[in-house]
């Protein structure tokens, strides 16, 4: 399974983007996607989660810091997850990558995710 996540860049305080993490190759073997994010200096964070099922509803998990302000969804006809960030804050500077993992759980730890994306650098200037 490769990930390719896209969509940072530079936003004033306030601004929004949308984060995009494509998936290819034996994306059947995925059942949650997560965002994770690292600041210069700090380890890496917990941002949001979506797990799905194909007979359940997706089901969605975010850090509290976060919690109002993003939202994640899923394309499954692209093999797409999406993290639109609103209200960006300059605390939400970092790097910002997404990763997958079988099974329909949406931990928190960098541990359980076994596939990840290179990266998309977010900037929120004051």
């Known amino acids: 399974v490769q990930l390719q996540a896209s969509g940072g860049g530079l936003v004033q305080t306030g601004g929004s983007l949308r984060l995009s993490c494509a998936a290819s190759?034996?994306?059947?073997?995925?059942?949650?996607m997560g965002w994770f994010r690292q600041a210069p200096g700090t380890e890496r964070e917990f941002v949001a989660a979506?797990?799905?099922?194909?007979?359940?509803?997706?089901?969605?998990d975010f850090a509290d810091s976060v919690k109002g302000r993003f939202t994640i969804s899923r394309d499954n006809a692209k093999n797409t997850v999406y993290l639109q960030m609103n209200s960006l804050k300059p605390e939400d500077t970092a790097v910002y990558y997404c990763?997958?993992?079988?099974?329909?759980?949406?931990?928190?730890?960098?541990?359980?995710?076994?596939?990840w994306g290179q990266g998309t650098l977010v900037t929120v200037s004051s």
């Open positions: 190759g034996r994306t059947l073997s995925i059942n949650t």
């Open positions: 979506i797990s799905w099922g194909s007979s359940s509803p997706d089901y969605v």
């Open positions: 990763a997958g993992r079988s099974g329909r759980y949406t931990y928190a730890t960098t541990r359980y995710y076994k596939y």
